[in-house]
Structures are given as C-alpha cells and as structure tokens.
C-alpha cells in the first residue's frame, strides 16, 4: 500500500514537472506570444501528451477533472476544448459542468464560478451547449428555483448580456430594473419570475460586473486571439484627408486598428453596432469600402492622440483600400457578419420562441 502511494505521488509529481517543462503547448501555458496565438483553438496537443505519456487517462471524468483542478492553464483553451462536438469533448464538459458545486447558489453567484473556470468561446453553437450543460446542472442542484432548464437558460443569458450593458462604455443606454423585468416576463413556462429574484440579480450585476479570466494579463492582447480577420488597409484620416497603411483586427463586432502588428494596444476602436458597410468608388483610388452610419450622424469610436489621450473620433465615415478587389469583398462580407452576428441575443430569441411554444402546446 505504502509502494502504491509513493507511486502515485511520484506520477504527480512527474506530471507538475511536465506541465514546466512544456509551455510552448497552448493548453499549459497562460502566456502566449503574438506569434504563437495561432495554436490557441487547438489545446489537443498538451492533453495529447500527457495522455501519451500516461500522466493522465483518456476519459472524460480524467480529462474534466484535470481541466478543473488544474492551476495555470490557459482559459480560452479549455472553452474552446470543453466546446467542440465530438463525443469525447461532449462528455468532458458533462464531466466539467458535474465537478462545480451550485447547490443554495443564487443564479449569478453560480454564473461567477462557472465563467471564472474557463473563457466562453465565440461561436454560438459552443455557446449553447456549454450554457445549456450549465442550465442542466444549475437545475440539478437547486430543484424547484425554476420551473424548466429553459427558464434557466434565458435567464442566465439575460444576465451575461445585463453584465455587458452595465459595464461597457461603449453602450450609453444603459438598461433599467424595469427593463430587465420587461425582458424577462413570461420566459418561466409561460409565468413570470418574482420581481424579488430579478431584482437581486439586477443589484448583484450592478454592484460587480463578471470577472473574466484573462490569459495575457490585463491588456487587449486575449481580445485579439483568433480574429475574424486581420490585415493591413490604407485608412483615410479625419481631419487630414491622407492615406495611412494600418493594421486592421476585426473580432467581438468591432474593428481595431494599429499602427504595427507588434503594438500591444491600437491607436483607434470602432464599435460597429448599428453602422454599415459598403463598396464605394474613390476618384484617387481602387478598391475602396466604407464604414458609415446610415442615420447620417458621427460613428462613436475612439482614437489615442500622440500624447497618449483617448479622445472620441470625428468620423461620418471610415473610408479604407484594400489591396485588391477580392481582398475588398472580403472584409466587407466579414464586417458585414460581425454587424449582424449576436450569438447571445440568436440563442435567447431561439429559446424563448420555444418555451412560448411549449406554453401554447400545452394550452390546447
């Protein structure tokens, strides 16, 4: 017994010392360079080796409680590893969700721990079975807070997106308590939820926004893994109306420029909430597309003046060049997407048109 005990701590220890010896493998390390952020949907290879090496088991339960209990692995590779679709990952994140404790949680407390133990991916069919394992295991624990998993569900996207209004600055209409009951009336089969648990809710949020696990410190640079497109464009300028080349990232509905690709921080951010985008002929040059608002009133974006002071922007509209006319078409569709694309508030309609459903079928 002693000799099996030793020898468990001995493969312990191996595996801590694997997990130094290999920081170049996504999944092991939370400090990724600019260059190395290609690798980041892909924490396959840490886990691969570890597996390989029999430091860990090729199970669900393994890999999940590895994935939980594990100190210093990056964030975002464990979302994007707990979302994939195949059965093995499908059973990891069953596994996850089952290891974290909600029981006498209320829903936000809950939320806190479950976003704090991995970074929640882009795309919404992630999005929707992690959330919905979440909804699943939240019921679980506290049976008879909600009357379905759906109610849960709704109401747990109701407070991400509550989280987001509260605490960005880009978003000036900032939503009331009133509000949020509006938006939330009838998501529990049918029946409204007490105004009392909203309100709690609403205060909570109000009172702390979510932390958000940051794998590259407390700078941008995790907002920029895994773009939906990057390159460089010519940029006309506000006030003087010349052409610079800039680096453009477009990802999470906004389009940030820099003026190197090794910049940590960009010297301009354009929200691209309710604007649109077009191809527009220039007398001086090819390939042109423009951002422009089309109520006619000036964008809402910021830029860092030379002194280091973030000031408002001056644009009606950003006029940039591509390189070639592919090229232009292809940032166009691409903004053109991130315009529209709002997996959170897809999902919620997608819900919420099925719990009225439910309600309507059961009526008849």
Not at 46 to 59: F, H, S
Request: one cysteine or more; aromatic letters at 10%.
């Amino acid at each position: 017994e002693k000799m099996r005990e030793n020898h468990i701590l001995f493969r312990e220890e191996e595996r801590r010392r694997t997990l130094l010896l290999k920081p170049q493998t996504p999944l092991l390390s939370s400090h990724l360079t600019r260059g190395q952020n290609h690798n980041i949907k892909s924490p396959w290879p840490g886990i691969q080796y570890l597996v390989d090496n029999d430091l860990l088991e090729w199970t669900a339960e393994a890999v999940a409680e590895f994935l939980y209990k594990e100190e210093g692995l990056n964030k975002t590779a464990i979302g994007n590893f707990l979302g994939e679709r195949e059965e093995m990952h499908l059973q990891t994140l069953k596994a996850f969700v089952e290891l974290h404790e909600f029981s006498d949680l209320n829903l936000v407390q809950a939320l806190r721990q479950f976003l704090w133990s991995f970074r929640l991916p882009g795309e919404a069919q992630k999005i929707d079975r992690m959330m919905e394992a979440f909804a699943t295991r939240y019921c679980d624990c506290n049976a008879g807070v909600f009357q379905s998993t759906d109610t849960c569900y709704i109401l747990s996207f109701a407070v991400i997106m509550l989280n987001t209004s509260l605490h960005n600055p880009n978003v000036k209409d900032k939503p009331t308590l009133e509000r949020f009951f509006s938006m939330n009336r009838g998501i529990n089969n049918g029946g409204d939820l007490p105004n009392d648990l909203l309100m709690k809710l609403y205060e909570s949020i109000r009172n702390e926004p979510f932390k958000i696990p940051e794998d590259d410190g407390n700078d941008l640079t995790h907002t920029f893994f895994n773009p939906d497109r990057e390159g460089w464009l010519l940029k006309m300028g506000g006030r003087v109306k010349t052409w610079k080349r800039r680096w453009f990232i477009l990802t999470d509905s906004c389009l940030y420029y820099f003026e190197y690709t090794t910049d940590k921080d960009p010297i301009g951010i354009i929200p691209l909430e309710n604007l649109c985008v077009r191809e527009i002929e220039d007398s001086t040059k090819q390939y042109c597309l423009e951002i422009y608002n089309p109520r006619g009133q000036k964008i809402k974006a910021c830029k860092t003046e030379n002194g280091g002071r973030v000031v408002e922007g001056k644009h009606q509209s950003y006029r940039m060049i591509a390189a070639t006319a592919d090229e232009r078409d292809d940032w166009i569709g691409s903004i053109r997407a991130s315009i529209t694309k709002d997996p959170f508030y897809d999902l919620v309609s997608l819900r919420k048109r099925k719990v009225i459903n439910n309600n309507n079928a059961s009526q008849d």
